[in-house]
């Protein structure tokens, strides 16, 4: 069985002119691909693949998962699964619910999709100190970010910066003076699914699962703080939504970003299944021994899912 990751899914905001996005269009045409080569499978069936442990005729089909509880997910994928009697799983991070602020991991994008990458870049230089880059780094730094670019060189540098060099402790900080340099106004109210929106999801047999409260990587953190991160973002979510379904998605994905303890809470916390960032298909055997690090694809590995 498939199961595919998507981001953003929506249509082109002048707004935001170097965005990276799935276009609508061509989300309907994967799906389309998706429906003719290998079909769906239903929220029963997969259910019921969780409980027999095998896959028999889902061994085939594809499952449509979507991170970040970004606002195109009710505004197109959730209106464009309906229309088709499809469902999803839908992964969120509670932090901008709880706090009412987006998160910093989108707020780059934002960034990214309304400058320039060379223009990012030199005035996030403006503000950066050698002190907030941790020793260890300092040579790989130096190294990687004076060297001669091209603007999408720009917006990986930049992005690389703050995602990968700076102590997190600054980073919130950096981006607000980035932002307020450019002139530019992030919109908390239109960003993420509103929380009545995301229970009619999830009443209507779309699944709503934990993607933790704030997105970090959680292989950064001690395990008593991805306890907080995963029993407090289901908490949230038990509160509000009331899930029927127990399941967490891996914040970044890929083996380097959870670790042995981060797999422990998700079973001392009695998730039923979990999602991570691995380019094969779910077999019996994953029921069983990955079943809180199941394999998923992204979107751009199959036809149409090329971001624009
Ligand atoms: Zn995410």
New binding site residues.
């Given amino acids: 069985m498939k199961a595919i990751m998507y ?1 953003y899914v929506r249509e082109f905001n002048p707004e935001l002119p170097n965005f990276r996005f799935l276009d609508v269009e061509n989300f309907q045409k994967q799906l389309d691909f998706f429906e003719e080569r290998f079909d769906f499978v239903s929220k029963e069936e997969w259910l019921e693949v969780l409980i027999s442990k095998k896959l028999e005729n889902a061994k085939k089909k594809v499952l449509l998962t979507f ?2 509880a970004l606002s195109c997910h009710y505004e197109y994928v959730y209106k464009l699964l309906k229309k088709r009697g499809l469902w999803g799983i839908f ?1 969120v ?1 509670t932090q901008p619910y709880q706090k009412n602020k987006i998160l910093d ?1 989108h707020r780059i994008h934002l960034l990214c999709g309304a400058f320039d990458g060379l223009d990012l870049l030199a005035t996030l230089g403006n503000f950066l100190d050698k002190k907030m880059i941790p020793d260890e780094k300092q040579k790989e730094f130096r190294e990687q970010t004076y060297t001669r670019q091209t603007n999408y060189d720009g917006v990986t540098k930049f992005k690389r910066i703050l995602n990968y060099f700076v102590n997190y402790k600054y980073r919130a900080d950096l981006i607000d003076l980035v932002a307020h340099k450019l002139n530019y106004t992030f919109q908390f109210s239109d960003f993420y699914v509103p929380v009545d929106k995301l229970k009619e999801m999830q009443l209507t047999g779309n699944i709503i699962g934990s ?1 933790s409260v704030s ?1 970090p990587v959680m292989s950064k953190l001690t395990k008593i703080d991805q306890e907080i991160e995963i029993k407090d973002s289901f908490g949230y979510l038990s509160t509000n939504i009331r899930p029927d379904v127990k399941t967490y ?1 891996h ?3 890929g083996f380097h970003s959870f670790n042995d303890q981060t797999v422990k809470v998700l079973e001392d916390s009695r998730v039923e299944f979990s999602f991570n960032v691995e380019s094969r298909d779910i077999c019996d055997d994953d029921l069983v021994s990955s079943i809180q690090f199941l394999p998923r694809y992204d979107c751009n590995e199959f036809p149409f899912g090329k971001a624009s």
């Fill in positions: 981001h991170d970040d992964y991070p991991v993607h997105h998605c914040p970044y994905g």
